[in-house]
Every structure is written in C-alpha cells, then in structure tokens.
C-alpha cells in the first residue's frame, strides 16, 4: 500500500486538476482575483511542496516541513493584499480534501481500515496546513493593528500652547512604554519649536499610577529636565500622591499641582507674568 | 591628532564651550581637564557647556558633564548644560542617565540668565553667612 | 532572515570607537530610520563599542543590513577575545538608575534596541549582537 506522498505524487496533475476545480467551481471560493494560471501554479507548487515534505514526515510543524509552511505565508500574504477575506484565503487550503480523500478512496480500494488511517492522515495533514495559514493571517492582521494603534497614538497625545512659554500635554489613558515614546516625541519637539520654558503634564486622565506607569512619568519628566525645561506635574489626586510616596519616587525637582488652572498659575509666575483683573476694587 | 583641543571662551567671569565634534574619548577627557585648569587660572564664576550642535551624547560623554559640573562646584562655580536635542535627551533617559547635579537651560541666552541668577542667589548666599 | 550587506570594522583604539558610530549612522539612514532611531542605535553602538575596547581588549564590530518577513533591520556584533563577563545575570541587573552609574551599561543599551544577545566566557572572549528593526 503506498504512502501518502506517494500517492500523492503519482496523482499530482488528477489532483491539480481536481482541486482547482474546486476552487474555480466555487464563486465564493475565487471570485475572480487571481487567475486561473495562477491558481493553477500555485496548486501545483504546493501539492509538489507537500509531497516532497511527507517523504520525511507528516509533522507539518518539524523543519522539514519550512518550504511548504514558507510557501503557504506567502500565498495567504499575497491573498490578503489582492483583498480576499479569511474564509477565502483557509478555503484554499480546506478544498484538496475532497480531491486527496477521492485519491485515497481508489488506492485504498475494499481495505476499509487502510482507506480510514490514510483519510484520517491526510484529514489531519490539510487540518495542519489549514491552521497554518489562519495564523499566518492573524500576524499579518496583528501587525496592522499594531501600526494603526501607533498613528493613533499620535493622533491622541495633542501638545497644547496654554501662553508664551507654557505648554500643555493632557495625558488620557494609560501610559505604557510605547505610548510614553510618542508623548515624549512629540513634547520635547514642541519645547524646541515653541521656546517653551515649562511644560505641564497633565494626569487628571490616567486612571492607575502604578509603578511602571510612574517609572513612564518620571522617564518623561527626566527627558524634559535634560533639555532645560521645566516640569509642572498637575492632576494629582490623593491617590496617586500616596502611590508616588510608596514607591519612593523623589520629586523634589519638581513642582505637582492638584489641578492644570493650579498648574498654569505657577508656570506664568515662573515666566514673570503678572494676572491682574480689570476695574476689581 | 593629538593636538586637537575644544576651544574654551572666557567671557568676563563666565566660561562657555561649544562642542560642535564628535569626540573621541581622549579628546572629552582633555576639555575636562582643559576646564578645570581654566576655572581655576581665571577664578571663574560659571560655565556653560553648550551641545546643541551635538547629535549624539553616550555616557562617556555624559559622564564628562556630570564630572565637569561636580569639579566646578569644587572650585566654586557653577554649571550649566544647554541646547540638547530632543533625541539626544529621550536617549540619554532611556540609557538610564538623568545627570542630576547639573543645570540645564534651552539655549544660550536662558542659560546665562540663569548663570547670572545662580550667581545672584549664591552671593547672597554667602553674605547671610558671612554675617 | 536574509543578510543583504556585510562588513567588517577593526576596533582597536578609540578612534575606532568613532568610526563605529559614523558607520552605524550612515547604515541607519540608509535604511531611512527615525531621528530617534538613529540616536538609540548608534548611542548603542558606541556603548558596545567602547565596552569592546575598554573591558574587551579590542576586538571588532561586524555590520550585516538584514531583511526579515519584509522588514529591514540593521545588526551589529561586536566580538572580543577579552576576558570575558563573569557573571551576565549581574552585568544585565542594573535596572534603571537615575545616576550616572559606572559598569558595562548594559542594561541601558539593551534598552536602545529591539534585539540584545550577549554571550561570553571567562577566559575567552564575549560577543554582543544588537539589532533595530525599521
């Protein structure tokens, strides 16, 4: 009884046929963004991938199985840029059971135990290339959320002017280590272009100081400080004072307030400026 | 090569050093030690230290500062480090360096404002206890 | 991974410790990173450099333009046969320090980059690999 790879590499054009058919016959399986040359190639390259790599073994996570595994990264990579969806590109993969099992069927003949180990093998062996390729969508979809996340970091850490020499930054939502990279970007720019003498960080919207959070903050406030600024950190609540005392943070170099208005005030003190209200008695 | 020195400037009591090269390490241990002979001859009261021509500054260098400002107090004067870059400053913090002990302004024009008013504060300073 | 260029830089004196720097920063605008990018890698390469130099005796800094997964990224490997780093663990401990502390600053360059690798053995030599990708 011949192996799996040998059947399959003796039925390799029935099989190319069978499973493009497949994949052509379907409308939802290939609506017409590749062609069939295409698609004929890459079933080809595949099936002979495949047959080469079960000569070795049917683990299709060993070494010997990177061509194929490489080839299915790159097939399900050029699938999402051509705009098919997930379904269409795992369908790819799931569609040569129909084919291969059809192969199996005629070798295996009247053995019924023989006809179930090779079906279940290839079952699970397409299984195996099917899985694969999901997760090769989802580090693709991963890397795209992972730079949209980026862009809309930036988009969300807005550098505010409050008066000559007196930057804002409100600070909403967590401060983690890749956030804290675009805050400090985007500040310390805003010092140089602006000439500004202070900047005030604003925490009333960081819901948990924790120690990393505060390691981010004070990383920040240091980077401020190298480049001869100063630094007034304002909405500090009760809590987070505690949390700050906790960990032993120093703060001596530099000046909290509760609120930004508190903030403000002392930041225009320090420029010199001088707030009086008109017609007060 | 072995020559080459960072050029002080001595304006009245005030010291200021422009470094507008990358350094080899031979060449940042010799300005220290240029400064503080130059302190010293010339009893100076302040130093400006200024790298905003710098791109780049490792712990060597960032150590020299820090030495440089710890030697001029020392010697009764004080220090201050203008003009660095952005990227240099989001750098030096994530290398673990904050320099504490040394002054810094933006540029040079707030960095003498704030040499004079150090200047100010420690005469005072010294008269109150002088008294 | 694919390694698309390589070289080879002597360091052997600290001249060579800037000629490091100046290499690694042509490479990093070759490969078009960030301004701050840039800063992080070759302040990197300098802290490594020098590292190989002062506590490695000298050594070299090989450098490789690599191409993963379609992404670029630049390594450096800096090679010694100095004495080598008794105790890694201790040498990587060092955490964020506000001073300007004195050792091998290690865990600070680690930080300046994506991928950090360090192996080394007494008596015979140490080798750091750092790499940022774009």
Redesign the interface.
Known sequence: MASLSDLISKNQNALIEAWTRELLGNPTKSPGRITDAELRRQTHSLLQLIASALESNDDVASPAWQPTREFLEETSRSRVLQGFDWAEIATFIFSLKKPLFAVVRDACGRDSNELADRTWQASRLVDELGLHTVRTLQKVRDAVINRQQTELLELSTPVVKLWEGVLALPLIGTLDSART?VV??SL??A??DT?S?TAILDITGVPTVDTLVA?HL??TV????????DCIISGVRPQIAQTIVHLGI?LTDISTKATLADALSLALKRGGFVVTRRGAS | MSDERIPILRMGDYLLVSIQVDMHDKLAVRLQEDLTETISRHVSKGVMIDISALDLVDSFVGRMIANISAMARILDAKTVLVGMRPAVAITLVELGLSLPGVSTALNVERGMALLRKQLERGEHADERHAQ | MNVTRSDVLAIRSEYDIVLARQTARALCQELNFSLVEITKMVTAASEIARNTLIHGKGGSMRWELLVENGRAGLRLVFEDAGPGIADIGLAMSDGWTSGSGLGKGLPGTKRLVNDFDIQSQVGTGTRVSIVRWK
Do not use: H, W, Y
Request: hydrophobic share 50%; no cysteine; net charge neutral.
């Open positions: 990279q400090m970007e310390l720019k010092i140089v000439n003498e390691q004070m990383r240091t980077a401020i400080r190298l480049m001869g600024a120093d």
